[in-house]
């Protein structure tokens, strides 16, 4: 298995604009996690989904921020209109929330920067 | 609610020696409880896990951990340090008994180990 595939790696963008960032998670998990990390925050949890719903985003910092998931091996989050405070790594993860198997399986990041 | 601490921010060991990274946590449940290792600029990858059965757990890289309930502790340990195992640490911990599918992370503890 190519474990939860990322995309963009990175992401420069200029304050203002729109940012997409994308998730394949692993085949047949049914949760998907989105996280952010920072130096000064640590690691966040932003949403996450079950089975493609949305189960809780609370984390999501504001308006500016959403995440959809069409479809069990797909996600995206959005950033719109991007900020300088934005700049962070993003992850996402994916698990089977089988029983016994709740760990969460990591991708390698999207780390943004806003200028 | 549920809750992680990891009271150190950092551990230092030497090569050879034991180490041991702490972790406490708070559930109004049963936990399910992670430890989750993070190289730079790599994404989070699970180690091991207790959701039920024998307190001492054993996980990859040679890492065991021990759940101890009177304690509220799941503290990482390995018997011989390696330099590679230098590395950002978290704990997580899930309520066994909520529906909820999300694990609350710890703010990580950086280990370094000298050779």
């Known amino acids: 298995d190519a474990g939860v595939i990322q995309s963009p790696r990175h992401e420069v963008t200029e304050m203002g604009q729109e940012v997409t960032l994308r998730c394949k998670p692993i085949?047949?998990?049914?949760?998907l996690f989105w996280y952010r990390q920072t130096m000064m925050r640590g690691l966040e949890l932003l949403i996450y989904?079950?089975?493609?719903?949305?189960?809780?985003d609370s984390g999501m910092p504001e308006d500016r921020f959403s995440a959809k998931m069409p479809n069990a091996s797909f996600s995206t989050l959005k950033i719109q209109p991007s900020e300088p405070r934005d700049s962070a790594v993003y992850f996402c993860a994916s698990s089977p929330q089988g029983v016994y198997s709740y760990e969460q399986y990591f991708g390698p990041g999207t780390r943004l920067t806003v200028t | 609610a549920q809750s992680v601490a990891q009271p150190e921010d950092q551990v230092n060991v030497a090569e050879g020696n034991p180490l041991t990274v702490k972790c406490t946590y708070s559930?109004?449940?049963?936990?399910?409880l992670f430890w989750y290792v993070q190289y730079p600029n790599r994404g989070l990858q699970f180690l091991l896990k207790?959701?039920?059965?024998?307190?001492l757990v054993k996980g990859s890289y040679g890492f065991e951990a021990e759940f101890n309930k009177s304690q509220t502790s799941f503290h990482l340990k390995k018997p011989s340090a390696l330099v590679s195992d230098s590395a950002l640490y978290f704990c997580?911990?899930?309520?066994?008994?909520?529906?909820?599918?999300?694990?609350?992370f710890g703010d990580g503890t950086t280990l370094t180990v000298k050779p």
């Open positions: 085949s047949g998990h049914n949760s």
């Open positions: 997580a911990v899930r309520d066994y008994n909520t529906n909820a599918g999300k694990s609350t």
């Open positions: 559930v109004s449940g049963n936990p399910y």
């Open positions: 989904f079950n089975n493609n719903v949305p189960i809780d």
């Open positions: 207790y959701i039920t059965g024998d307190n």
